[in-house]
């Protein structure tokens, strides 16, 4: 296994993981940002009226874009499993 084998196998996971948690992130940075800007209008400053938003709005993402997240986790998993006998030599 060469270094640069070790850094493609990384990059590749780094990749993925952004790919993985963007979904997630955005939608929680989006719903966030509408209740940060209702908190402001309204100046209601209760922290917990942002906890439900975003944990519905991510369970909703979360079942939307769960199988291609599961997808790409598996993919990735067999290239590697299967790329392991090329590695040893």
Known sequence: MTPEDVMSYG???LTL???IS???LLTALAVGVIVGLFQA???INEMTLSFIPKVLAMAAVLV???PWMLRL???Y???LIEGI???VT
């Open 11 to 13: 990059r590749e996971a």
């Open 17 to 19: 993981a952004l790919l």
């Open 22 to 24: 963007a979904p997630l």
């Open 41 to 43: 209008a309204t100046q």
């Open 64 to 66: 939307i874009t769960g």
């Open 73 to 75: 986790l598996v993919e």
């Open 77 to 79: 998993t067999r290239r």
């Open 85 to 87: 006998p090329g590695l």
